[in-house]
């Protein structure tokens, strides 16, 4: 679902159809403008649906597991 | 409205006020260095990445100031001054996307490999990644020349900014000759009186060094804090106090509508494909090393959360205003209401300095015109303390330290050889930026963007191909940098993008072929070569029972 969403907005991008259209969205932003201001903002709600949907837990479960963590002032092999 | 150049003439002494206000703010970041130096625990742990304690909030705002710099501001205005609203769609909304996707995909990965195996720098992950402590000698040396251009276009914006909101207020200090018109008549420099590029290049670099030495990346998230919710608001209040000297923004549309309706669109300025070739640019922030720092200071991995959820919107309300603000300069220039100051050699208005103009023309208070100074110079110092600390961190882990070993240092002699290579770094970028005042801020950061960007198959193929090799490393980082610099070469120094205003190969960006050649090279590389070790494979692509 994440994908297709991110797919859609991939090619919601180029939006076409605005690209010579000179008029004006509530009297002083050009429509080309209007819609990639939108695009961001849907971009933040799909980024918010991907966070609550398919967050990598096991990720952090895996990098706090202390079995062979490294410790970052231990010193480095020179291989 | 404020004729800066009759200011200059008139023998009046400008208003210092803004330059005090700036001063204020100056001195306040200063301690503000000092008071989260308290917090420092006197640990290179601690200096490189802040012992990895960086809730949400504090890493949307370092990670989002770190990602706007003077490109944001300065860049943005002056591409939208001549290109119109197309800049937008190139980069503030493919970044939405990509960005957060990159974050999402790439950063969280980063952090946990981090986490797990103690990295502070990326070249510390890939050496071990591909199995190769020379491969980090290949890396460390192409990083700190793609990240120059990224000081360059801090160091040039503020030079750009400064001095046409200072214009008038040191007539006799800081005095330029008059300009000649081509009909004969003389007209005072809109600049004379300012201060000069040099001078506020210095100051602003000192101060960034001066908080960055006293507590590492600790006292550059804690500044790039602050100084991002300063330029966001005041992004906001430049917008307003614009918009209202020019009569409102519908009448501002008016004034663009009536004198240059090409900006509206993007039909003669931006093609299709130039258009979408943009989205390559933005992968760049997966392998940017300051950012790859910034990662490894978070908390936990939940504190992405915010990070990967907000910057899109954060993006919107940095430069919607800055686009706007570009077009309506645009409109009153070509309506003969604003006086943009000359490129270096005379062939135009230099679109760096819309922003500024605009700022210093149509700002009346003094008091205002300072506040919005502070605030472009908050965006610009936010990326530069980064990109400070990120090279002394990469000097002494990538190279002393992997060199010598970790036993041949104490903790304070490689924070001294750390801010010893910081200084080397920061003085080379400062003289090269005296010499490229006149160079394209966008085009410079696009140039640094290409680069890393196409490094993006790198990064991207070392966490998601377990068959990726050596091999494909070297075969990628080797393209990139030839095809980068043969392209880069025939932009810069063969011009051979003049006339069509950016430089295309068969009408998209160059960095398309310059990340498909590292791809290829990738993917040729690692295929041709041996594949990587089992231990390798186990230590970075875990089982999922295992995770």
Request: charged share 10%.
């Amino acid at each position: 679902m994440v994908v297709a969403l991110f797919l859609l907005l991939f090619l919601a991008h180029q939006d076409f159809w605005l690209w010579d259209d000179p008029s004006l969205v509530l009297g002083f932003i050009p429509v080309g403008l209007a819609y990639h201001a939108l695009f961001s903002v849907a971009c933040s709600v799909l980024w918010a649906f991907a966070c609550f949907r398919a967050w990598p837990e096991h990720l952090e479960l895996w990098a706090n597991e202390k079995a062979d963590a490294t410790q970052i002032d231990q010193e480095r092999p020179n291989a | 409205m404020t004729d800066l150049s009759l200011l200059a003439s008139s023998g009046e002494i400008a208003s210092r006020t803004p330059l005090t206000v700036l001063s204020l703010y100056l001195i306040l970041l200063l301690g503000l260095g000092v008071i989260s130096s308290r917090m420092f625990r006197g640990t290179s742990q601690d200096y490189f990445v802040a012992s990895q304690s960086i809730g949400p909030f504090m890493l949307l705002m370092s990670v989002f100031g770190t990602t706007m710099t003077g490109f944001a501001l300065v860049g943005s205005s002056g591409k939208a001054f001549s290109h119109g609203i197309g800049t937008y769609g190139l980069m503030a909304s493919w970044s939405g996307l990509i960005h957060s996707a990159v974050f999402f995909v790439i950063g969280i990965k980063l952090w946990s490999f981090g986490k797990k195996h103690g990295y502070v720098t990326q070249i510390q992950f890939f050496r071990d990644r591909f199995d190769s402590h020379k491969l980090g000698y290949l890396l460390f040396p192409i990083l700190v020349l793609l990240v120059i251009p990224y000081l360059l276009v801090g160091l040039i914006s503020v030079m750009k900014v400064v001095q046409p909101i200072t214009a008038g207020m040191f007539p006799d200090l800081f005095s330029l000759p008059d300009k000649m018109l081509p009909n004969g008549k003389s007209i005072p420099h809109p600049l004379s009186g300012g201060v000069p590029g040099w001078l506020s290049g210095l100051i602003v670099s000192c101060i960034v060094l001066f908080y960055v030495f006293f507590g590492g990346v600790r006292s550059a998230v804690w500044a790039n804090t602050f100084q991002t919710l300063v330029f966001m608001v005041t992004g906001v209040i430049a917008f307003y106090m614009i918009a209202d000297q020019l009569g409102g923004v519908a009448k501002a549309a008016e004034i663009v509508r009536e004198n240059a309706p090409g900006k509206l669109v993007r039909e003669g300025s931006i093609g299709y494909s130039h258009f979408f070739s943009y989205l390559l640019i933005p992968l760049s922030v997966g392998m940017f090393p300051h950012l790859f720092q910034h990662w490894l200071t978070a908390k936990n991995a939940k504190s992405f959360r915010l990070t990967v959820i907000a910057h899109p919107v954060c993006i919107a309300v940095v430069w919607l205003p800055c686009i706007l603000i570009g077009i309506w300069a645009a409109g009153l220039y070509a309506a003969g209401d604003l006086r943009i100051p000359p490129l270096p050699d005379g062939s135009g208005p230099n679109a760096n300095a819309a922003l500024a103009t605009m700022v210093g023309t149509l700002v009346e208070n003094p008091l205002l015109s300072g506040l919005l100074m502070a605030g472009i110079l908050a965006a610009i110092m936010s990326s530069l303390d980064s990109q400070f600390v990120c090279l002394g961190t990469m000097f002494t882990n990538d190279v002393l330290v992997a060199a010598a070993g970790k036993s041949r240092f104490d903790d304070q002699t490689l924070i001294f050889c750390s801010r010893a290579f910081i200084v080397f770094i920061v003085g080379v970028s400062y003289a090269m930026a005296l010499f490229l005042q006149g160079s394209s801020v966008f085009s410079l950061g696009v140039w640094c963007f290409s680069g890393f960007a196409a490094l993006f198959p790198l990064v991207f193929a070392a966490v998601y191909w377990k068959r990726a090799s050596l091999g494909g490393a070297v075969g990628c980082i080797l393209a990139t940098v030839i095809t980068w610099f043969y392209f880069f070469y025939q932009d810069i120094f063969l011009d051979a993008g003049s006339g069509s205003g950016e430089y295309l190969v068969a009408e998209v960006m160059p960095v398309t072929f310059i990340f498909l050649a590292s791809a290829s090279g990738m993917i040729l590389g690692s295929l041709l070569s041996r594949a990587p070790s089992e231990e390798t494979i186990r230590k970075f692509f875990p089982k999922r029972n295992q995770s």
